[in-house]
């Protein structure tokens, strides 16, 4: 935009000016002088009433009638570089809508698209970034880059529940593996019943037999003392008959003969006797009491195996929700990084503008510091840039209330706009002009007195 003209609008009596190409342009006086009004002035032409606060009607209560303009008593022109004019004129009658006329470069009527195609409302409203919540400002931030955040915030938000949910599930699964008892003495596997029984088969069966064999060892003994005795008795004999040897000569032959034979026996009797005490030796019993006591058992011990088993199952499960639960962190991660990206691939007005996950939230940032840690300046600066990338095809851009700035930080806002190609039509509540490198013009009580 190149001039503005603002007639019997508000405080403002008639204020015509040219506005620098790029840079800062500033319209400075106390309050109340008409400053703000003129840039509200601006905003009502281009957009209508529903962009300005009309609590009042906004025409002066001094204006008079305008010559040449049937009865409007405001009017505001806004001339733009490419020759395109806009004009809006206020009567008594019809002091919100009034009469809107565009005048095009060839010189044809154009419409509100046309001025649509340059300006955005926002551009030359820009909202204070300080009222703003974290999302509203990341919301302002996407809107200037053509992004819709509803589709981004349903994606993380999906993402975000279902890592709640998975959250919950794992500590359902964690504490149901926790909950449940372990025994550390209980067997991997479940006691068969049947196979104890045939356990206590073998062994009494196994049982009976040493039996036998101790009871075949035990007969032996018995015969060897028998054939002991009557060895004896036997050799008493042969001793008695010793005195009538020549006598009884072939009784005695036939006796010794009867000996050597009971001897062999009696030797024979004894190897066997080595053998049986060797077995007997090594005769081990089985105890049914033990095989008994764990058929007893088995039920209480299969109830411990099994609990053994659901202990482990719910171990599988609290793993297995872990990981579900670290699969939806990721998801949420992506889609927080994705509204990351789409700002640092941007084409962003100020390469310091970023977006940072802080505490829970999306925070706009300005040289890595959010809202909260920035300097005016640097609040400025993005409320300047983002406001710029609602405009279409123009750079203007308006900041009211410009004096949080001192006198240093305002030149170097306008070398800022200089190197961007930006205009920007300020306000700034000071009383007097001031020396400065760009354009100031100091107002008073409605005109332009300096």
Request: charged content about 30%; some cysteine.
């Amino acid at each position: 935009m190149v001039r503005l003209e603002v007639e019997g609008y508000k405080k403002t009596r008639s204020i015509k000016f040219d506005i620098a190409p790029t840079g800062l342009t500033e319209l400075v006086g106390k309050n109340k002088q008409g400053k703000t009004s003129n840039l509200e002035a601006l905003v009502h032409a281009l957009f209508g009433p529903k962009f300005v606060d009309l609590v009042f009607n906004p025409i002066n209560e001094d204006a008079v009638e305008i010559p040449g303009t049937r009865g409007a008593k405001a009017r505001i022109v806004a001339t733009f570089d490419n020759g395109m004019k806009v004009e809006r004129r206020l009567t008594e009658r019809n002091q919100r809508t009034g009469i809107l006329e565009i005048t095009l470069p060839d010189g044809s009527t154009g419409s509100t698209e046309d001025i649509m195609d340059l300006l955005s409302p926002i551009a030359l409203q820009p909202p204070s970034i300080d009222g703003m919540s974290q999302r509203e400002l990341l919301k302002y931030l996407m809107g200037g880059l053509g992004i819709d955040m509803t589709a981004l915030e349903e994606e993380y938000k999906l993402a975000t529940k279902a890592k709640e949910d998975a959250y919950q599930a794992k500590e359902q699964a964690r504490r149901a593996h926790e909950d449940l008892p372990y025994y550390e003495d209980a067997p991997a596997a479940l006691v068969s019943i049947a196979e104890l029984s045939k356990q206590y088969q073998d062994a009494a069966t196994k049982n009976e037999e040493n039996k036998a064999k101790r009871s075949t060892a035990a007969n032996l003994e018995n015969a060897h003392a028998g054939k002991h005795k009557e060895s004896v008795a036997i050799l008493e004999e042969i001793l008695d008959i010793g005195a009538k040897i020549i006598a009884l000569q072939n009784e005695r032959s036939e006796k010794e003969k009867q000996r050597a034979d009971i001897s062999k026996e009696e030797e024979e009797i004894l190897v066997a006797i080595d053998v049986a005490e060797n077995i007997r030796a090594n005769i081990v019993d089985i105890s049914t009491e033990t095989i008994t006591a764990k058929m007893e058992n088995a039920e209480s011990i299969n109830e411990n195996i099994r609990a053994n088993i659901a202990k482990a199952k719910k171990g599988s499960e609290s793993e297995s929700a872990k990981k579900y639960w670290r699969e939806r962190d990721e998801d949420q991660a992506a889609a927080l990084n994705a509204i990351a990206e789409i700002i640092k691939n941007a084409d962003v007005p100020i390469a310091a503008i970023g977006v940072e996950f802080i505490d829970t939230q999306w925070c706009v940032t300005f040289d890595g510091q959010p809202r909260a840690g920035m300097s005016g300046m640097q609040k400025i600066l993005l409320r300047t840039a983002i406001a710029s990338m609602y405009n279409k095809n123009a750079r203007l851009v308006c900041v009211d209330g410009l004096e949080a700035l001192d006198d240093d930080m305002q030149e170097a806002y306008n070398k800022f706009l200089h190197s961007r190609g930006l205009q920007s039509l300020s306000t700034v509540v000071r009383s007097d002009k001031g020396e400065s490198s760009f354009a100031r013009l100091l107002i008073h009580d409605g005109e332009i007195k300096e």
